[in-house]
């Protein structure tokens, strides 16, 4: 499986962006797609997953209400709506596929087997 991120970019703080994550190659493998991000100088942290069938998604704490997961099975793409973007939420993203579903819950980076190449998204106070 290959995942391409997208839809980085610069914005000011209070805008939007969505990113999306096209998966290739096997798809029909994939349960369950996330979405972490790693800030400059910290650890890579999740931010939100979906289950590719049957329901069932869950995003951080930190981004409830701001963000959404999203997911459009016929183009095997996954998106993340970002809006009330804040400085905090710069980071480079990355989109991350696994084989099963996951509860409704955080999860960790280390049940992820497949990862796309990250998109930097920086936002300006």
């Known amino acids: 499986v290959q995942l391409q991120a997208s839809g980085g970019g610069l914005v000011q703080a209070g805008g939007s962006l969505r990113l999306s994550c096209a998966a290739s190659?096997?798809?029909?493998?994939?349960?369950?797609m996330g979405w972490f991000r790693q800030a400059p100088g910290k650890e890579r942290e999740f931010v939100a997953h979906?289950?590719?069938?049957?329901?069932?998604?869950y995003c951080t704490d930190s981004v409830k209400g701001r963000f959404t997961i999203s997911k459009h099975n016929a183009k095997n793409t996954v998106y993340l709506r970002m809006n009330s973007l804040k400085p905090e939420d710069t980071a480079v993203y990355y989109c991350?596929?696994?084989?099963?579903?996951?509860?409704?819950?955080?999860?960790?980076?280390?049940?992820?087997?497949?990862w796309g190449q990250g998109t930097l998204v920086t936002v300006s106070s």
């Open positions: 991350a596929a696994r084989a099963n579903r996951y509860i409704v819950g955080p999860i960790s980076d280390k049940e992820y087997y497949y």
């Open positions: 190659g096997g798809t029909s493998s994939i349960g369950n």
């Open positions: 979906i289950n590719w069938s049957g329901g069932g998604f």
